[in-house]
């Protein structure tokens, strides 16, 4: 059975305070929830309280990005090594915010999940189409060159120690979700184009979906079948929202 998921992205949101509110609350309603995964991706600054609330429970720690160098004189950056020093498990790589706003090209992406996978960590891969790319009906070409210059750096069984999240651009902080068949569509695409390299790594990846899952549109989407939970953005910074989407993947 794929390992069903759902992992919040605080983006650059929360304090010290603000923190530990939230995850009180989340690790207070979802800490028995059984083979089903929790993380929480929050920003570098906050990693050292977060796993130290995080300790003795079954949420997982994840970063947001991280270098693609291994050391050295990169002023600024934070490297996988030190990632994995605060028990960090999970690493969001290709974010479309990091692509658009930071100039993250599929070659610097593909590095980052390299690095990441050295230091004994977990890639969430983003992949997705803007809006331009959707009504120009280039969506699985965009997709498969995202999906191909990771394959052509690490190789297709790399991703039996990643995760893929299909973001579409438009879909992001929003509020316009994709129906759940616009999503399934392209999750099967995704599995096939792994398929046809490696069918069992295809089998066993977990894809979510991504962009503006709420509470009210998690069920219909987590229920398609090759949509393996979420990633999401706003609504995990509401405690009862993200604990309520959570719970929709038992379904
Ligand atoms: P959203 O963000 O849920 O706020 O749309 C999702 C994401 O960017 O990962």
């Not at 390992?3 to 979802?30: C, E, S």
């Not at 009504?135 to 190789?155: D, H, N, R, W, Y």
Request: hydrophobic residues 45%.
């Amino acid at each position: 059975m794929r390992k069903k998921m759902v992992a919040g992205n605080w983006k650059m949101h929360g304090n010290l305070v603000q923190n530990k509110q939230l995850l009180d609350a989340v690790i207070a309603d979802l800490n028995e929830l059984g083979e089903d995964l929790v993380v929480v991706c929050v920003p570098y600054l906050y990693l050292p309280s977060v796993q130290k609330q995080l300790q003795n429970t079954k949420i997982a720690l994840g970063a947001q990005n991280v270098s693609q160098h291994e050391m050295g004189a990169y002023t600024g950056e934070i490297s996988a090594s030190m990632l994995s020093d605060f028990q960090c498990q999970y690493v969001i790589v290709g974010h479309s915010e990091r692509r658009m706003l930071f100039g993250e090209d599929n070659h610097v992406v593909a590095k980052k999940y390299v690095a990441v996978q050295n230091a004994g960590m977990a890639p969430i891969l983003c992949v997705g189409e803007t809006l331009e790319q959707r009504e120009a009906k280039v969506t699985k070409q965009v997709i498969e060159q995202q999906l191909m210059s990771v394959i052509s750096l690490a190789g297709v069984e790399s991703f039996n120690k990643a995760v893929i999240a299909y973001e579409p651009v438009w879909a992001i902080g929003t509020g316009k979700t994709a129906t759940p068949e616009q999503a399934q569509d392209v999750h099967a695409f995704i599995r096939e184009e792994i398929a046809k390299q490696n069918l069992n790594v295809a089998n066993q990846l977990t894809i979510l979906y991504g962009g503006s899952v709420k509470d009210n549109n998690a069920p219909e989407l987590f229920a398609m079948p090759d949509i393996d939970g979420g990633l999401i953005g706003g609504a995990s910074l509401i405690a009862n929202d993200f604990i309520a989407i959570c719970r929709a993947l038992r379904h």
